[in-house]
């Protein structure tokens, strides 16, 4: 058994050794930043925080041998892993980083029924199906009061499991965050001569981690979608980013006296878009540093069926979309506080009205934020990742199994082979207590050089300036100050032998 923790409002309180929390992070580009204030949050107060690589998740979490993971979502790609780490009595909580913004398109029953919370549904077309499993999951960090009450009704996962937080990235909109996010993209400060961000959406089509057919396949058979969906998605963000992509040289040239920057989706590829802009002076493809800090710089956003469209109205600037294009799936909450313009000449109209200062905002457009804001992301109050900390300190307060050594042994370096032959060597090495050979061993190396060439990578050097930056705005809120150490976890975090070592470890001083 674990030991019990004792929480107060400050720290956990333990005789034994300070609990091990493993945070999946999935691309750095959207979620580093959020994940190191949920870190911090929990280093304050006494916990071991691993900051693990979510696609080198096989490899890293079974020699680190956490007490407990945070996924960042709970789809079906993540069935043996979740299995796996709740055979091993390692307890797992689930913060979306996903979506929290749904689409009636995608559940089969779409808007039918007249119930307002319908697009909702598209949640249970890709979670996880084994009820056990889901079961489980303590805490599910929701989005917003509205998506929790629909968990528990529908019996997704136990109401007493849900844990209304907010999410943590959206902090970085509150004070005293904000002066983080700003110093955290010094990229956007080149550009900030009437800045028009436009914010592409194409992830499908123009795949950043392997090919658009490859995608499609996983979406489908992975994450549960039927082909006919796949199809009209990929259809509409060729469409897209097409459309967009002609748009951007058409305002370019409209107004040279302004910087527009064409930012990709964090799953997207950049090649593609070197034959579709135009090598104009004003014109920028930028893939760096995470949303917020362009917004909070910028003087308006276009996007297509795009969230980022809810984060604009949290920075204070107009979010346009264009539409002559078709945005697919539809994104009600997205489609409330967008300015649809019905052609290209609309929107370089409408753009010269925000870079001459004289656009006004559509009242009704400022009276559906508020709501949209709240039916989405709960309060954007700076306090996100504390919400999150506490259910999962609330979770840690409890007696639970304990992990189990000769478990994670067994599965260290072993990528789950989902094959019947796959489980049964996995069974049979798990009984002899044995972990994979030198080929393993090798193959895990490999996946990790893979990575490391990625946009997904990030190493201890990333979390620290995160943290540092967090620091310096939260001392000036009056916070008083708490010494973090930052280290990469090959310095001793790892208690099974380990080939390569690409976790970072965030704990108090």
């Known amino acids: 058994m674990t030991a019990a923790f004792a929480v107060d409002a400050f720290t956990v309180k333990t005789n034994a050794q300070a609990p091990r929390v493993a945070l999946l992070v999935d691309n750095p580009f959207r979620d580093l930043p959020g994940i190191v204030l949920v870190a911090r949050a929990l280093a304050r107060r006494g916990v071991c925080c691993l900051l693990v690589p979510m696609n080198l998740r096989n490899a890293e979490l079974w020699p680190l041998v956490p007490d407990f993971v945070l996924l960042n979502h709970v789809r079906r790609v993540y069935g043996s892993l979740a299995s796996d780490l709740v055979t091993a009595g390692i307890r797992i909580g689930v913060l979306e980083t996903e979506g929290g913004i749904y689409s009636p398109a995608a559940s089969e029953a779409g808007m039918a029924s007249g119930d307002e919370n319908q697009d909702l549904d598209e949640f249970a077309v890709s979670m996880l199906q084994d009820e056990a499993i889901r079961a489980t999951v303590d805490p599910f960090c929701a989005w917003s009061a509205r998506f929790a009450a629909r968990a528990a009704d529908k019996a997704w996962f136990p109401r007493e499991h849900l844990a209304v937080t907010g999410v943590p990235r959206m902090d970085l909109y509150a004070a005293p965050w904000t002066a983080a996010a700003l110093q955290l993209v010094p990229e956007a400060a080149g550009y900030a001569r009437n800045l028009v961000l436009i914010n592409s959406t194409f992830p499908l089509a123009n795949a950043a981690f392997q090919t658009p057919e490859k995608e499609l396949d996983l979406l489908c058979k992975e994450f549960g979608y039927t082909p006919e969906y796949g199809a009209r998605a990929m259809a509409a963000q060729r469409e ?68 980022t469209a809810i984060d604009a109205t949290l920075a204070g600037i107009p979010a346009f979309t264009p539409g002559w294009l078709t945005a697919f799936p539809p994104l009600p909450a997205v489609d409330a506080i967008s300015l649809r313009c019905a052609s290209p000449a609309e929107m370089v109209r409408q753009i010269g009205a925000v870079l001459a200062g004289t656009f006004v905002m559509p009242g009704s457009v400022k009276q559906a934020i508020a709501s949209v804001v709240e039916r989405t992301f709960y309060r954007i109050d700076g306090k996100a990742h504390e919400r999150v900390a506490d259910a999962i300190l609330s979770v840690l307060s409890r007696p639970g199994p304990g992990p189990s050594l000769s478990h994670c042994q067994a599965r260290t370096h072993h990528a789950p082979d989902p094959t019947r032959r796959g489980r049964v060597v996995r069974q049979i090495r798990q009984w002899l207590g044995i972990g994979r050979s030198y080929r393993g061993h090798e193959q895990a190396r490999q996946r990790a050089v893979a990575w490391a060439a990625t946009s997904k990578r990030f190493d201890l050097r990333d979390v620290q300036r995160i943290l540092s930056a967090l620091d310096a705005a939260a001392r000036t809120a009056g916070e008083t100050p708490l010494a973090l150490r930052v280290m990469d976890a090959g310095g001793g975090a790892y208690r099974l032998p380990h080939a390569t070592s690409h976790s970072v470890v965030v704990q108090a001083a």
Not at 252 to 272: L, N, S, W
Not at 287 to 306: D, E, F, M, Y
Request: overall charge positive; cysteine-free; hydrophobic content about 45%.
């Open 240 to 307: 897209g980013m097409a459309g967009l992509t002609a748009l951007a040289n058409q305002l370019a040239e409209a107004y040279p006296q302004a910087t527009f920057v064409y930012r990709p989706h964090p799953f997207e590829g950049e090649d593609v878009y070197l034959n579709l802009l135009k090598a104009l002076p004003n014109l920028h493809l930028v893939k760096k540093g995470t949303v917020n800090g362009w917004l909070l710089r910028a003087r308006a956003l276009i996007q297509l069926g795009s969230s």
